[in-house]
């Protein structure tokens, strides 16, 4: 079966920090893959996502970055974190070629202070 | 940019009762899909139902989707307190090639026993 694997699930980071959060996928081939952001109580907003090797795009202009150095993983970086970085992280994986379930990870919890 | 809205943004039920949540959209779209979040967790994918579908049930769960109306309902049948989560609805519009999801804001149902 397939798993999806998030890490941290919490973070506390000063301003100006740098910033690495991983996502790694189990049991699957050549996914898609997607870094969303949630702010409290609201919806889930697309940051990145990538159907292969290299492949990223980017949905919202930023301070983040996201590479992808192996087909099942997918990691989120900043070289210097905002205060409006703040937030909740999740990462989600779908078969390839989209148009399917997504499945998540369970979240990094971002506090900048 | 969040495509789907939920209605309404809260709901208190008690144990047994039925709950019924409204999800409404403004554009073409490939499918809709239901998913659920328990609080600090990722969200688990409930039901996906295309758009030449009407109705679609799984276990206690039922969802409608009217694309002339540009809406899906999600209905929760004998609810019970581990039903306790946010919904959200998520649409693949036909615009988007590579199938991303836009979510709405959610919906948060609290089922007291």
């Known amino acids: 079966s397939q798993t999806i694997h998030q890490w941290p699930a919490t973070l506390v980071q000063p301003v100006g920090s740098p910033l690495s959060l991983e996502c790694t996928v189990e049991?699957?081939?050549?996914?898609?893959l997607y870094w969303y952001r949630q702010a409290a109580g609201r919806g889930l907003q697309l940051l990145f996502y990538?159907?292969?090797?290299?492949?990223i795009s980017s949905e919202v202009p930023q301070n983040l970055s996201a590479s992808r150095p192996q087909d099942r993983q997918f990691i989120l970086s900043s070289k210097k974190l905002l205060l409006s970085d703040s937030g909740f992280y999740l990462c989600?994986?779908?078969?390839?070629?989209?148009?399917?379930?997504?499945?998540f990870g369970d979240g990094t919890r971002l506090s900048i202070l | 940019s969040q495509q789907g809205e939920e209605d309404p943004q809260a709901l208190s039920i008690q144990e047994g009762e039925n709950a019924t949540m409204n999800c409404s959209y403004k554009t073409s779209i490939n499918n809709l899909q239901w998913y659920r979040q328990n609080s600090g967790r990722g969200l688990v994918h409930l039901i996906l139902?295309?758009?030449?579908?009407r109705e679609k049930h799984s276990g206690r769960l039922r969802v409608t989707l009217d694309t002339s109306k540009k809406s899906s309902s999600l209905l929760i049948t004998a609810s019970r307190a581990a039903d306790t989560a946010s919904y959200f609805c998520a649409t693949d519009a036909i615009s988007d090639s590579w199938g991303k999801l836009q979510f709405g804001a959610g919906t948060q149902v609290v089922v007291t026993p």
């Open positions: 049991g699957t081939s050549n996914p898609n």
């Open positions: 989600a994986w779908s078969a390839r070629g989209g148009r399917q379930p997504q499945h």
């Open positions: 139902i295309r758009s030449n579908e």
């Open positions: 990538s159907v292969g090797i290299g492949q």
